[in-house]
């Protein structure tokens, strides 16, 4: 059933008691035309794309656990595309451009807010590195625009701008079509499309081991629930993504580490944007149901435990009163930790794999969010047409071995 | 936070003396211009980021100063042994796959 203002008002009436499942709940199949391991954003969203744009709608997406319970609804639901490089520019600003129909196209409301990210400067190197984004933004067709302490102040009010703090805010580069939307929204509204086209999204379902035929090309996968045959794998598995590609004997350049977020108690609506400092480790920004979403740095150590050491979080406090004072007498309330896979140029991997038949899309690090749209969609064409999507084709596996990198670090050090 | 035991100290301290090496036992090849592209790309970026046992390198920066190695199961941050450099891993176990296929 749509989601519209007559069917809204129809069930209003009848104690909104018909409302169907949001998606199906399938038994496998034993055999598909593409296999998903993962249904996080990226895997669900590759999903629907298959269906949607390519007629692939034999297609199942296994998840260990629930769907969206992985990084999809673990982190900050920061969303912008003012990154350095043409590649990535190019890759986020698609990604962009898709958040802004998306609620629409998926007939559910993901509650894109594009509120504006601002990102903080704090000395000079901060300064200058702003400024060469935003100049490289500018060219490439990127909207992000520079701003005087006074400026940034006036966008967000809450920010202290003093000059004899421990790291004062020297200026700041602001992207107004930046923002937030909905975590679990956007894991809900791809499964529910793609569900409707087809696809079997199969929770509890674990992949155990990747089969390969006599030439070396993938002919299955087992799983916790049976083997199931296919001849097309998209492992989108974040920060397991280096245990899953094992299964198939292929090394990733690849390490997981965790990287945790908090909430603070709701209060009214106090922040109107996005408040990001990389050089200190701190962004901020407030949910719709008045929660304050602050989020941390990663540890130092590769870790699949979901578990952030108390010291980062803390760290990023220290910052976080200090750049938004008001905040100091706030309680928080919840405090948790997901898996990140980061690769060694920041940049995400999404293609082919040495083996025939296998793909991957991961990499994405700490700030995989915000291209959800976009990595679904780039990724889609590369499984169904065996060659990858022009704006992936820089994203290769291939890159570390070639040397060319697509060197994001300055971006995306710790906060995305 | 974790509570290393450093092994030349021989007494457990928090984490935030230590500075994280990364993989251990991944040694410079000798002569890196003999390698191939897919050899030299192994040594500087590919990692075995296992979820289980890994062997890896610390620093006891805010002690010591010396580096050391670790086993610690990543799944769930348990500390199994630690060890000095230079001493093969207690586990018996391969020290580092090679390329992948």
Known sequence: MRFSFANVALQAFAHNSGWPEQWRNPEPKAAYEAIIVGA?????????????????????????GWLGGGNTGRNTTIIRSNYLMEESAALYEHALNLWEGLSQELNYNVMYSPRGVMMLAHNTHDVQVGKRHVHANRLAGVDNEWLTPDEAKAFCPLLNIARDIRYPVVGAALQRRGGTARHDAVAW??????????????????????????SGAVSGVETTRGPIATKRIGVVAAGHTSVVMAMAGVRMPVESYPLQALVSEPVKPMMPCVVMSNTIHAYMSQSDKGELVIGAGTDAYISYSQTGGLHIANHTLEAICELFPTVRRMRMLRNWGGVVDVTPDRSPIIGKTPVPGLFVNCGWGTGGFKATPGSGHVFAHTIARGEPHPLAAPFTLDRFRSGRLIDEAAAAAVAH | MLLIPCPYCGMERPEIEFRYGGEAHIARPADPNALSDDEWANFLYFRSNPKGVLAERWRHTFGCG??????????????????KAGEARPDGAAERAGPSA
């Open chain 2, 66 to 83: 010396r580096f050391f190695n670790c086993l610690r199961d990543t799944a769930s941050d348990k500390i199994l042994a630690v060890y």
């Open chain 1, 189 to 214: 509204g791809y499964a529910r499309a793609a569900s409707a086209r087809g696809v079997d999204i199969i929770q509890n379902c674990e992949a155990t081991a990747i089969r390969r035929d006599a």
């Open chain 1, 40 to 64: 996080g954003g990226h895997g669900l969203a590759t999903a629907y794309y298959l269906a949607k744009e390519h007629g692939l709608a034999n297609v199942a997406v296994l998840e260990k």
